[in-house]
């Protein structure tokens, strides 16, 4: 089916409004803090909505696709687990409330602060190298989803010479985010990474109602416990054992790292930075618990949706279309990828197509000029920089900043076109992260929260942590690096996937960071790096009057809390503990009498209902505030100047450019 001019419009539309962001922005970019992080001017709304469309991606739906087709509803089940622990990160402000209060631009920078220059340098590679591989992969999958979705030929004739349609579409795609990143910086990204997420938020409510009214849902149900094979149940949690790669201990190992490796990341670096205060980063992230609702419902509702149409005879007229077309794709891990993207093909009508490609399109958008941003950023801030003896003229630094996201961008390229991969995305997420993530948690947590932590400590850490990761992704992907049988599985691969891998780093680091610790005698001064008390040069910690008891406090309400925020955050409180004993109980149930198939059909039928309702809710309710909040951005960026010297630099164990303390 060829894409009606319909869609195209609608795709039309969507990038023309961008692009007027895009120019508007342009003016606001007047030093480096502006073009790092959007002279810490944004609110809780706007960080809320664009750095969680930021995070999604083409790539991320693509990998969701994945995971739910092969798993059904059972990742939700054990992903219940992550609710109180997502939480208690977000009420408690973990990690990112105290590293937005060490006022840095990099999380490298905060280690120039806790640690030294050196590992600054160090730990900025580090988290390159693994950003740079991790991102390898975007754009190729994007491009080849719109490759495929919307027709293209493989080859187009540019003066009589054939070119590859793919090799185009990467083209485009790579310097689209390239010249969001460079143009406007983290404004731009963010103004537009907002009104991209504005969008999805209602498209995503739009082709939910769609697929709720579309298909009969027993016929899913039905489907699903009728195919499925044994230890594979797409209904049934706890009959996932045979399904090896997205079984019950791949997502027990995403809860715990989850809080192990919270804001160490630094695909949305801007983000961290950006927030107006501490407190309102604080808040965006209990906003994030509510914004993702219809978002994860129509991620997993679209590929069930998929599984019954390519499972159930009734549909072979979409499904003979789709197995036909799929045939002409080389390799069973793009097979897999592009899947449920070609049913979809088959199945939406004039319209919703071209929503579904607008919502796409800004997914990758938003995603590469996020991550493209952050990536070049990091090589100049924490690789480049360290070295200077002077500093950089706000023109001169933000014309590198330019040109090193541009070499990302060439880097993209290259790997996107001769890489292959064999991995699932998600399995690629987790083992190139690890190269950065394996180490980096302990090092974050122990240097914003342990006084006792030491430089030589982090060292270690980082470095085991890495070293296992590399050496797994090595054996992972050459066979003769495995002398013995025991190592590889049946299907040829390494007996332990990249979740594994990780969490073998993860809790060896730790332990390395602890031990080395504690046979040191260094006290650090917290207080002065995190601004508090007499260091709060900037006067970021604002009171509000409200008292809370030792309880609460516990929890993480303090007196920074309007009336509203309690609101909010006793809401949090609620849904998750709901969730939670829902999870108990009905997991004593099983072990003690066993829960049927019709048990859990009736369970999810009740937890789509709810997810839905309350989706459309907060669909609403985000409109209203992001509307606001933007206002509000604009306003503090023409009224707030931020000083030049404040570029990242760390002088005398101080941000450069801040103030004495009292």
């Not at 059904?72 to 009420?91: H, Q, Y």
Request: aromatic fraction near 16%.
């Amino acid at each position: 089916m060829e894409v009606h001019w319909i869609d195209w419009s609608i795709l039309g539309a969507l990038f023309a409004g961008l692009l007027w962001l895009l120019l508007y922005c342009r003016k606001f970019v007047r030093n480096t803090a502006d073009f790092l992080a959007a002279n810490r001017c944004a609110e809780r709304y706007i960080l809320a909505i664009a750095s969680g469309i930021g995070a999604v991606g083409a790539i991320s739906i693509i990998a969701f696709f994945e995971l739910y087709y092969n798993a059904g509803f059972t990742p939700v089940w054990w992903t219940m687990l992550s609710g109180p622990v997502a939480l208690i990160i977000a009420i408690s402000g973990w990690v990112y409330y105290r590293r937005r209060e060490t006022r840095t631009l990099t999380l490298a920078q905060f280690f120039e602060m806790r640690y030294s220059r050196n590992f600054r340098v160090f730990a900025g590679i580090l988290m390159w190298i693994s950003g740079l591989l991790n991102y390898g992969i975007f754009p190729a999958v994007s491009a080849r989803f719109f490759l495929f979705y919307c027709g293209f030929p493989e080859y187009v004739r540019f003066c009589g010479v054939p070119v590859e349609s793919y090799a185009l579409l990467l083209t485009l795609f790579i310097g689209l985010g390239a010249a969001f990143a460079c143009f406007g910086g983290q404004i731009a990204i963010m103004v537009t990474d907002f009104a991209q997420g504005m969008f999805c938020n209602v498209a995503f409510l739009i082709l939910m109602v769609f697929f709720l009214y579309q298909f009969d849902w027993n016929d899913i149900f039905t489907t699903m416990a009728a195919t499925a094979p044994a230890g594979k149940s797409l209904l049934n949690p706890f009959d996932t054992i045979a399904n090896k790669d997205f079984s019950a201990f791949y997502f027990l190992i995403g809860i715990v790292a989850i809080f192990y490796t919270s804001g160490a990341w630094q695909g949305n670096m801007g983000y961290t930075g950006a927030a107006k205060t501490p407190h309102e980063a604080k808040m965006a992230a209990l906003l994030g618990q509510w914004r993702g609702l219809i978002q994860g419902l129509l991620f997993m509702v679209i590929p069930i949706c998929a599984y019954l149409i390519m499972n159930n005879a009734a549909f072979g007229d979409i499904a003979a279309p789709v197995r036909a077309s799929l045939e002409h794709v080389e390799g069973a891990q793009l097979q897999k990828q592009l899947l449920v993207p070609m049913v979809l093909k088959q199945l939406l009508p004039v319209g919703l197509s071209g929503i579904f490609i607008a919502v796409m399109f800004a997914a990758m958008l938003s995603t590469d000029n996020t991550y493209m941003h952050s990536w070049g950023s990091i090589f100049i801030q924490d690789v480049v920089m360290p070295f200077r003896k002077r500093p950089f003229k706000p023109e001169t630094h933000i014309r590198l900043l330019r040109l090193s996201i541009l070499g990302v961008g060439a880097f993209a390229w290259l790997f996107s076109y001769f890489f292959r991969q064999t991995e699932y995305i998600m399995m690629w997420f987790a083992i190139t992260g690890a190269v950065w993530l394996g180490g980096a948690g302990v090092v974050i947590i122990g240097g914003l929260y342990w006084k006792r932590g030491t430089t030589a400590a982090a060292w270690t850490a980082l470095i085991i942590g890495s070293t296992i990761a590399v050496a797994g992704i090595l054996i992972e992907k050459y066979e003769w690096l495995r002398p013995f049988d025991w190592m590889t599985r049946e299907e040829g691969k390494f007996i332990w996937n990249g979740q594994i891998i990780y969490f073998g780093a993860l809790v060896i680091s730790t332990l390395s960071y602890i031990g080395i610790s504690l046979a040191g005698r260094t006290r650090f001064n917290l207080d002065r790096m995190l601004h508090r008390g007499r260091y709060d040069t900037a006067n970021e910690h604002i009171e509000t009057g409200f008292k809370a008891n030792r309880w609460l406090k516990m929890l993480g309400l303090t007196g920074e809390f309007t009336f509203t925020d309690r609101l909010l955050f006793y809401a949090n409180i609620a849904w998750s503990a709901v969730w939670l004993a829902v999870f108990a109980a009905m997991t004593l149930y099983h072990v003690c009498v066993g829960i049927s198939t019709a048990g859990w059909v009736l369970f999810w039928k009740i937890w789509v209902g709810i997810s839905f309702v309350l989706g459309v809710g907060t669909t609403a309710w985000f409109l209203v505030g992001g509307s606001l909040n933007i206002r509000g951005l604009f306003r503090s960026l023409r009224e707030v100047r931020s000083c030049d010297d404040d570029d990242g630099r760390v002088v005398d164990g101080r941000n450069a450019g801040e103030g004495e303390e009292a």
